[in-house]
Each structure stands twice: as C-alpha cells, then as structure tokens.
Nanobody
Framework: QVPLVESGGGLVQAGGSLRLSCVGSRRTFSGVSTGWFRRAPGKEREFVAALRWSGGSALYSDSVKGRFTVSIDNAKKTVYLQMNNLKPEDTAVYYC?????????????????????WGQGTQVTVSS
C-alpha cells in the first residue's frame, strides 16, 4: 500500500489554477505536520508549504505566498494544495509528505529531512 498518493496535476496556462490532493491512511496522517515540496527539472527539491495536523498558521515559501493555500480534511485523510495565478516557474513535480517530529516553531517544517513519509509526486506544467 502506497502511504501517500498525490493527484490533480496537469497542464495549465499561466494565470490558471490547479488543486492538488494528497490522500493517505490513518497511519500516515497520525503525525505532526504535512508538507508540500516540488522539484523542477535540473533543480533541487524546494519547500512549498506546510501545515500542522492540529491546524493553526500555515507556512509558505516566499515564491508561492499569496498564491497557494494548503488545507487539510481530516475526515477524508486528504491534504490539498490550491494553486492560483500559476506561473511557468511553478512547473515541477509536486510531492506531499508527512512528519511525525514535533517542533514548537513551524519553520522547521520547511526542511525536507524532517519528513519521513513521501508520495510519488504529481506533475504540474504551466505554459506561458
């Protein structure tokens, strides 16, 4: 059983929107925080957004702040990433992940090494 499964990627024109979904199991969603990361061709993996399962303020990278929104539906064991006003530089494979490590500061959840479970990714392509 794949622990996390992303969906919702696709091809969209600049300025358009997509909503990514990440479905998990009760075990994978029993951690502390969930995060979204992306990897563009030829580039390092990049933090996008993070949100604790308990709620509270989300953490976003500067490159997506104001355009992307992360949310959780605990009943459906699903994490969403709503992406608006997409730009060609948002083109990447997007991954969701979960962390079972507790930190008092949200800033720690920007580090990929803090996550222990990952999905296989979904491709997002934004044309100009």
């Amino acid at each position: 059983q794949v622990p996390l499964v992303e969906s919702g990627g696709g091809l969209v024109q600049a300025g358009g929107s997509l909503r990514l979904s990440c479905v998990g199991s009760r075990r994978t969603f029993s951690g502390v925080s969930t995060g979204w990361f992306r990897r563009a061709p030829g580039k390092e993996r990049e933090f996008v957004a993070a949100l604790r399962w308990s709620g509270g303020s989300a953490l976003y990278s500067d490159s997506v702040k104001g355009r992307f929104t992360v949310s959780i539906d605990n009943a459906k064991k699903t994490v969403y990433l709503q992406m608006n006003n997409l730009k060609p530089e948002d083109t990447a494979v997007y991954y969701c992940a979960t962390s079972d490590r507790y930190y008092s500061s949200n800033s720690f959840y920007a580090g990929a090494s803090e996550y222990n479970t990952w999905g296989q990714g979904t491709q997002v392509t934004v044309s100009s």
